[in-house]
């Protein structure tokens, strides 16, 4: 059974980092592509970034710059290092994956399977 956790989200003052950490089980996920996307109250949920199988990666525009995804495949762990945080990058942040390749890489209803998300919460 597929099983995504996500940690590191908190309370961080804008212009602070966090590292957000997604730890799979139940397959193995260098055959996945996985990335996160977030949640604002009122909002709908967006990508912000994705690491597909053959590794390629896709920011949103908002985070360019500012936000690096990675994949360590020896632990079966994606991370998202999110520094220069703005107060509008607030949102419960989720990890999601998908078996293969995806073609809308930041569209959230391609991927099949999703952690509970941890919130991250920016203050100005």
């Known amino acids: 059974q597929v099983q995504l956790v996500e940690s590191g989200g908190g309370l961080v003052q804008a212009g602070g980092s966090l590292r957000l950490s997604c730890a799979a089980s139940?397959?193995?996920?260098?055959?996945?592509?996985m990335g996160w996307f977030r949640q604002a109250p009122g909002k709908e949920r967006e990508g912000v970034a994705v690491?597909?199988?053959?590794?390629?990666?896709t920011y949103t525009d908002s985070v360019k710059g500012r936000f690096t995804i990675s994949k360590d495949n020896a632990k079966n762990t994606l991370y998202l290092q999110m520094n220069s945080l703005k107060p509008e990058d607030t949102a419960l942040y989720y990890c999601?994956?998908?078996?293969?390749?995806?073609?809308?890489?930041?569209?959230?209803?391609?991927?099949?399977?999703w952690g509970q998300g941890t919130q991250v919460t920016v203050y100005s």
């Open positions: 139940g397959y193995t996920n260098r055959y996945y592509s």
């Open positions: 999601a994956a998908r078996y293969g390749g995806v073609w809308r890489a930041l569209e959230p209803g391609d991927y099949n399977y």
């Open positions: 690491k597909d199988k053959y590794g390629s990666t």
